[in-house]
DNA sequence: CTTGGCACTCAGTGCCAGGGAGTGCCAGCA
DNA sequence: TGCTGGCACTCCCTGGCACTGAGTGCCAAG
């Protein structure tokens, strides 16, 4: 169905489309690129992605745009990846080298990421679950108040307050911590409701309902849902893109504030330590319709997500570049940290 | 040299203005508000006022509108604070009542301030050098290093991990965490150098000045600038006055992006628990110079601050009044949960 | 000091014609 | 069968033009 030439003739549109912002008709294709036709036979094959659903004219008269679906098969077949250059690629380096603790790696790698690309950067947080555990410290503030701190390999510090029920005197407290931490070290937050379980098997019968449920809320609280962050940068840029966006840019800004969606979508993302690319409506967001989520999990684990928002008339070969090799760099900046 | 009657018409000007967005003429005023004068006479006296410079037109034959000094001298001198209704009183009590800890106060603030005001709401976390500190706990994770938590009355925790050049032994650490406690319980964060310079000198002498230096890293990284934090909510509210704002929003929302001129602008904030306004050019930051802030210090001890980001052209008496109703509130909830 | 009248300015609108970019279709050619 | 040049057609965009209407500044009279 699809030739070889018609399927220059589509990269020749996304292309030219993304870097002119203009619908492009078939003379200039002809002449910008050397297809080795003529502007008729041009015409044709644009009839026929016109057919296929991978392009479309604003009006009659006027040049072709590339369709959600154009951009889907430009990517997944016509697009080769745009590596940084080697001066990039040390701007990176040296820039996420100084940072001093996970925030700033966070706040320092949204920026970057903002910068690189031009466009709205998004960079979730390690997740506690996915992350091993490093070191549990339990406190009694009062007989009946515990503090929980628990410390992740990714650098997260997460505390909770817990009211018990129960008196647990300071012996009590020191064995539970020593316990748990031999019992968690290591592990992954997600495998600690069964740790937790063993633990309060163990302890002395007269505490055990009390250390159960404390276990619980505490596993609870630190590892559920709730406790994913994310962090924006560059939202900025979208603001120079206004004219990409039908009407106003105000549905996408008012899309980026809810946290929650967007770790949704950052969650969502395939295959593991690869680039995901999603355009457009293939998003399950209303306002984020006319933009595209180029998003990579980092970190050896996959213990967290980051990506790109911009205008579907984006850059992808660079953009997935710069994703790629950011969520490469963070990798390895947390595992040293480690 | 302004009489009764020009201060009317200025009001009359921004009241219109704000309402309709559009430049207003001497005919409309005359007949829009019952000033009991002729539309002539309105037209001198908005040539007096255009040339003490509190109006200006945007080009010959086009109505006046209010420069910031005008909004100024409204403000100043003209608006009446618009208090909330009683449903809405009672709408701002219950949501903020649900919240269940500083994240979800915090959170629920400054988006129920976005909300109430349609604007840009910024709302910063209590300060810690502002807090009382409730309970300090240090917990030795490994021979040479701690970890220290302070827990403020406003429900703030903050820890940080130091590393000292001494081996502590647990019994150390336990003294050095009853005094410190003894000595801090109920001060103020920055009350803390003293505090701790005393408590150094009260420990044995072979520990000395491994203490002085942990409490000096601690009390540096507890109450620096650094860890002054804000949240935003209401952004995509800009793109609802896109007009507004000469060229494009680009500016406003680089300028938002910036966290730390954000505290800054909100800490100058003049008088403590009143409602500060400041108008423009007032804002010494470049993007902003065409929007208007509102905030004020919540807490009886003026913990933090909150505020609202909007056109110059905004309703005053209302978001005035907004701002010093939540501010009361998140004041009152604060207290409440300490 | 206020008022009505009057001339003037100027943004905004609607209309129209011309130019230009682009398309679809068709007939001819390899 | 597929490519190409030619041609008619569509429709956006631009610029010019006249017109309208809101609004002003000034002035002379009350």
Redesign the pocket.
Known sequence: MLDE?KLSVLRAIVEDYVTTRE??????LAERHSL??????I??D??LL?DEGYIT?P??????VPTDTGYRLFVDRLATIKPLSAAERRAIGTFLEGAVDLDDIVLRTVRLLAQVTGQVAVVQYPSLTRSQVRHVEIVAMSPRRLMVVVISTTGRVEQRVLDVAVDLDDSTVAELRNRINEAVDGKLLSEMPDAAAAVAEAMPVEVRPAVAAILATMVESLAGEGEERVVLAGTANLALFGTDFPGSIQPVLEALEEHVILLRLLGEATAPSQVSVRIGHELPVEGLSSTSLVSSSYGATGVGHLGVIGPTRMDYPGTIGAVRAVAQYVGRILEESS
């Open positions: 030439r619908p492009v008709g078939s003379k200039a080795g036709v003529s502007p008729a036979t015409r044709n644009m009839a016109e004219q009006h009659t008269s006027a040049g072709r």
